[in-house]
């Protein structure tokens, strides 16, 4: 391995943690929820159908990231689902992270949804 790919393998793990905790610095007492999905994920796009068609966000205040192509958004799903005791088979998207808790998945996540804001 060259030496420049030793660099930039090592400015992006630097980039990533960096980001990481800029980020929880931040958030560390925020109540928003977290959302995570991946563009490309048709369980993702089922729950933001849902969101959007239930303005969930008006009850449930959250931040979106989108983890397939941005690895900062990654580590912070991956550092949530530890939070949670989850192992890396467990975790996935859509996943959401609210109050301390981990909901994976479309129904988990719409289900939750529905016992907060009283929608379908």
Not at 58 to 74: C, L, W
Request: net charge positive; aromatic share 10%; glycine share 6%.
């Amino acid at each position: 391995m060259t030496k420049k790919k030793i660099f930039i393998i090592i400015a992006f793990v630097i980039l990533a943690v960096v980001g990481t905790l800029i980020y929880l610095g931040r958030n560390r007492n925020s109540n928003q929820a977290l959302f995570f999905y991946g563009d490309t994920c048709p369980h993702c796009k089922i729950v933001e159908e849902y969101m959007n068609n239930n303005q969930t966000e008006k009850t449930v205040p959250m931040r979106k990231f989108e983890v397939y192509n941005n690895p900062i958004n990654a580590q912070i799903l991956q550092d949530k689902a530890k939070q949670c005791g989850l192992n890396d088979q467990q975790i996935g998207v859509p996943f959401l992270w609210k109050d301390g808790k981990c909901y994976v998945g479309e129904e988990e996540i719409i289900n939750l949804f529905k016992s907060i804001t009283g929608a379908n």
